[in-house]
């Protein structure tokens, strides 16, 4: 099982900043995902900046989320400046 995420922080256009319970910062891009009919509406980046952690994954709401297997091996590490 790999790490779940503890802080999610919107980046820009389509991109998270993850922080994940193993202390690793990971930067997670939506943007391939956007495809798929259940993340249509995090084309509307004002929807898409209400990112949030719940139970170890990013939700938006009770339908969007993802999963957070996805979340850590899709995403690559990150230095904060």
Same mark, same amino acid.
């Given at each position: 099982m790999n790490p779940r995420v503890k802080e999610a922080q919107y980046k820009s256009k389509y991109k998270?900043?993850?922080? #994940?319970?193993?202390?690793?910062?990971?930067?997670f891009d939506l943007a391939s995902y956007l495809d798929y009919p259940i993340y249509k509406p995090l084309h509307k980046e004002s929807f898409c900046k209400k !990112?949030?952690? #719940?139970?170890?994954?990013?939700?938006?709401? +009770? #339908?969007? +989320?993802?999963? *957070? +297997?996805?979340?850590?091996?899709?995403?690559? *590490? #990150? !230095? !904060?400046?």
């Open positions: 998270l900043i993850l922080t #994940f319970e193993n202390g690793e910062i990971k930067l !990112a949030k952690v #719940f139970n170890g994954t990013v939700v938006w709401n +009770d #339908f969007i +989320d993802f999963d *957070p +297997d996805t979340l850590y091996l899709e995403s690559r *590490p #990150f !230095a !904060a400046l």
